[in-house]
């Protein structure tokens, strides 16, 4: 039933968390300051699905480490500069399924967006799907699958830390009437505490912020909300907090 930018995708999904339980803002609006907590529910079968998905999301979480400490070097910063807002990391896996579409032409398997993390690391099988948007002419363009290979997306909270040095690129997920695809994105998330602005050592007066902070736990509930449910306004975007 999950929705992106209040249209229904075509694909089944099942998430779960890296940090169990994991704590979260229990509501999206502000002044409320109640936590909840988010806890895996894991099927019966397939059997060992649990303990595969908690071994290859800890080999995820390393490798995440690895890549966002790279970045921080590419930006001039402390090869540690952003392991600070991890510490409860929400962080999450989901298994992506589009299942054989009889109209592919009036659907979507995901509709175009920006991821709203950090990073995501993406796994996907040997069926094409995935398309970004080249920013010099709007045109979509296939991201054609390479064999035990991931792709890394930069999600838009890196976009917010760099103060738009990085930038998150809009893609979407296309569908086809003979073939299911798969594919495994990892999403990199903060703590719900995190309050995420552009990061001092990237601004001057001459470089001011570009956006002003807001706090990732209400961003991620808010968007979790607008993911089940079609909602009448557009669902929150980093935009919103542009200076």
Same mark, same amino acid.
């Given at each position: 039933?999950?929705?992106?930018?209040?249209? %229904?995708?075509?694909?089944?999904?099942?998430? /779960?968390?890296?940090?169990?339980?994991?704590? !979260?803002?229990?509501?999206?609006?502000?002044?409320?300051?109640?936590?909840?907590?988010? @806890?895996?529910?894991? &099927?019966?079968? &397939?059997?060992?699905?649990?303990?595969?998905?908690?071994?290859?999301?800890?080999?995820?979480?390393?490798?995440?480490?690895?890549? @966002? %400490?790279?970045?921080?070097?590419?930006?001039?910063?402390?090869?540690?500069?952003? #392991?600070?807002?991890?510490? #409860?990391?929400?962080?999450?896996?989901?298994?992506?399924?589009?299942?054989? /579409?009889? !109209?592919?032409?009036?659907?979507?398997?995901?509709?175009?967006?920006?991821?709203?993390?950090?990073?995501?690391?993406?796994?996907?099988? #040997?069926?094409?799907?995935?398309?970004?948007?080249?920013?010099?002419?709007?045109?979509?363009? !296939?991201?054609?699958?390479?064999?035990?290979?991931?792709?890394?997306? !930069?999600?838009?909270?890196?976009?917010?830390?760099?103060?738009? @040095?990085?930038?998150?690129?809009?893609?979407?997920?296309?569908?086809?009437?003979?073939?299911?695809?798969?594919?495994?994105?990892?999403?990199?998330?903060?703590?719900?505490?995190?309050?995420?602005?552009?990061?001092?050592?990237?601004?001057?007066?001459?470089?001011?912020?570009?956006?002003?902070?807001?706090?990732?736990?209400?961003?991620?509930?808010?968007?979790?909300?607008?993911?089940?449910?079609?909602?009448?306004?557009?669902?929150?975007?980093?935009?919103?907090?542009?200076?």
């Amino acid at each position: 039933m999950e929705h992106t930018k209040n249209v %229904r995708d075509w694909k089944e999904v099942f998430d /779960c968390t890296v940090q169990e339980p994991m704590p !979260v803002a229990a509501s999206p609006e502000d002044g409320e300051e109640a936590i909840t907590e988010w @806890i895996n529910q894991w &099927p019966e079968y &397939p059997p060992g699905l649990r303990e595969a998905c908690e071994e290859y999301a800890q080999e995820l979480k390393k490798l995440a480490y690895k890549l @966002i %400490r790279l970045i921080a070097q590419s930006l001039g910063l402390p090869a540690n500069r952003f #392991d600070e807002f991890y510490k #409860d990391q929400t962080s999450f896996i989901r298994l992506n399924h589009y299942p054989p /579409c009889p !109209v592919p032409h009036l659907a979507l398997g995901l509709g175009r967006h920006k991821d709203s993390g950090a990073l995501t690391i993406l796994a996907q099988d #040997d069926v094409e799907g995935l398309q970004v948007k080249k920013k010099s002419d709007g045109e979509w363009i !296939v991201v054609k699958p390479i064999p035990d290979a991931f792709i890394i997306n !930069v999600g838009s909270i890196m976009q917010v830390w760099s103060n738009d @040095i990085y930038e998150s690129v809009e893609h979407r997920v296309m569908v086809n009437s003979k073939k299911e695809r798969f594919s495994i994105p990892f999403f990199f998330n903060p703590s719900h505490y995190t309050m995420v602005q552009p990061l001092k050592e990237l601004t001057d007066e001459h470089n001011p912020p570009k956006y002003r902070a807001y706090k990732w736990g209400k961003f991620l509930v808010n968007r979790a909300r607008s993911n089940l449910k079609k909602l009448d306004v557009e669902n929150l975007q980093i935009y919103h907090f542009r200076l």
